[in-house]
């Protein structure tokens, strides 16, 4: 294999391992809405401010988000509004799983109770 395609595979990896965790899969959830401080992301995630500031600097480090400081307060926004759509994509893959997977279940209880229904 192309050794360029296998580095890219890597990133790929990289960066969808960032997105495995759901705090920061959350906190993209709320820069979708635009610019926030510090400050409101603890409140609106409820995340203590260490916390946040380690995930914040995870998706700053693989290129997700991006940061600029005003005065004491320190602003995060989403560098690229295409990882959002990635995420929404997702989203939407996993909601049609689940519904396919209730429609398994609701026809195995089916099964289960004769295709009675009660």
């Known amino acids: 294999m192309d050794q360029e395609l296998r580095r890219l595979f890597e990133l790929h990896a990289e960066v969808c391992k960032t997105l495995a965790n759901p705090r920061r899969l959350e906190i ?22 260490s916390s946040l500031s380690q995930h914040l600097s995870l998706l700053k480090q693989k290129g997700l988000v991006d940061s600029r400081r005003e005065g004491l307060y320190v602003f995060y926004r989403v560098k690229n509004p295409k990882i959002l759509q990635a995420c929404d994509i997702l989203k ?16 195995l209880a089916g099964e289960e109770t004769g295709g009675i229904e009660e």
């Not at 979708?32 to 409820?46: F, T």
């Open 28 to 49: 993209l959830h709320w820069l979708r809405q635009g610019e926030k401080s510090v400050d409101e992301l603890a409140e609106l995630s409820g995340l203590a401010k």
């Open 92 to 107: 939407e893959v996993l909601w049609e799983y689940l519904a396919e997977t209730q429609e398994v279940m609701d026809l």
